[in-house]
């Protein structure tokens, strides 16, 4: 079955997927406080940011409509809050513009975060910048795991398709994906029993090795210091 | 797998919350979970880590297999009450934060800054809500209907609570005020909520008709009275930042940390802006800016791609 769903522009080429992951997350989540940062009606700053983030983007070699297609997330959270701009006076347009630029600069941060860099990297720059252990690995299960039991619901649903005819009612579709999820969960259950004695017998210390780490380099030294002069001048200038 | 643009509401994005509500559930879900994973380096066997992290695969999978609700929309099981009962609390907010984080990073579904946040929603008030209540009405032991009633209750809470939660948060943030928060996230999550708790009411059932030694096994380590001591204190102080600075017009923390000369209050505003009648000029202006983002992009990548063919 295909997985294409998740860390699917990790693997390709550019300056940005170079870097250590620990820059990227320093140096985007910079970004992103910055950007949460500029005041309302402050166009040029805007401006600033969305031309800089444009830029990387481009470097960066994911897909445009991937890029701009995920900003539509925050629609629901921004059509709630243009409800209640007839509550704010006179201000409302300006903090409502401000609010959605806002957060749509934070989404594009955030889809070039985590979408440069394999997960195993991540994971690896996460724990180095002291994520606890547990949740690290943790997250590294959940991606190992995830499309084994993907692959699982999607035979489970193949198969609850092929033998019904027609829509039941609601109560006996519940009651089906009740079992299908309850199914599920004893075999997780027991496929956490069989990783538990691979653990053992391995000698799982906690941490997943990666092949050919990245190191801190000049490229991550330059990215940190562009990053923190962008942000400086639109700030200060 | 997943059909089409789905929306989320639960799973607040970066830029709606203000920067000290964000900044105050960030401490707040971090403190937790530094917490409960002390607990865990402490007092747990590791047989108990794979658990964890194939019921967060589970969890993330299942949330992927929609149903539909109504109008068009479809819902999915959340898990957090079920895994609140499973694992008892701290091991089952581990793993709902795991499935939070991985989701922000994955389908960046929730903001960066706003990741405590949606712990806090999504991670802690389900699990502990539906594993408070499901304890609450005694039904550790029970089978049958009354499990299957305590899971549907548990379930109903857990959305519900973490509805309100969330328009509660959105309303401190002065974005909704709190009736409508209450009425939209509330009411919507009502209706969910009752897929919900019948999901985790089925599964209870299912898993107590074939495996009963998976429910009734206690993983966790007891809550003790330092337990107690350092979740009332953790609770408390984002409660007194939020509850006492958060209404207040105390200048925002991290603002006054990069005070430059252009970052005053949001009160400030252009006079460009302030015209109400320009409201087709601002949708066309926000359209128009992705129009530069997408010339920008395609620029440069042409460029790059050219240097590298030549």
Redesign the interface.
Known sequence: MKHSFIDRFGDLDSPLHVLDARTKIVGFTALTVAALLIPAGNSGQFFAFFFFIAILAGISQIPLQYVVGRTAVILPFVLLAGLAAPYRGTQRWAWLAALLLRSTLCLLILVLLTNTSRFAEFLRGLRKLGCPRIMAVNLGFLYRYLFVLSDEIMRMRQARDCRRVGALGTISEMKILGSMLGTLMVRSFERADHMYHAMLSRGFSGEFPVAAPRRFSWRDLAFVSLVALFIAATFYL | ??DG?Q???M??????LT?RIALSLDALSGAS??FA?RR??LELS??M??????????I???Q??N?PVFGGTSGH?VGGALLGI?LGPMAGL??M???V??Q??????G???ALGANIFNIGAITVFSGSAVFRLLGAEQASGRRLALAGFVAGWFSMVLSASACAFQ?ALSN???LG??LT??GGYHAVIGV?EG??T???I???HK??PD?LHRDFTPGFKLVDWAGGLVLVAIPLVVLVLAGSSGLP?P??SL?A???????????P???N?NQ?LY?VLG?LA??A???A??????WI?NRKGAS
Do not use: C, E, W
């Open positions: 797998m997943r643009l929306f989320r509401p799973h607040i994005p970066d830029g709606i920067n979970i530094l994973s865990f380096k590791a047989r880590i794979p658990i964890m992290g194939v019921l967060s695969a589970f993330f999978a299942a992927m297999l149903f099981l499973m581990l793993t934060a795991t499935v984080v991985a922000a990073l994955f389908l960046q579904d903001g960066l800054l959105l974005a909704v005020p409508i928060g939209a996230m897929a019948a999901l009411a089925g599964v059932s299912f898993l074939v495996r998976l925002d991290l603002q990069l430059g000369p252009s970052s005053i209050a949001d009160a400030a505003v252009s460009l802006l302030s109400r409201d601002r926000y800016l992705f530069l983002f997408a920008i992009f395609l620029a440069v990548r790059r």
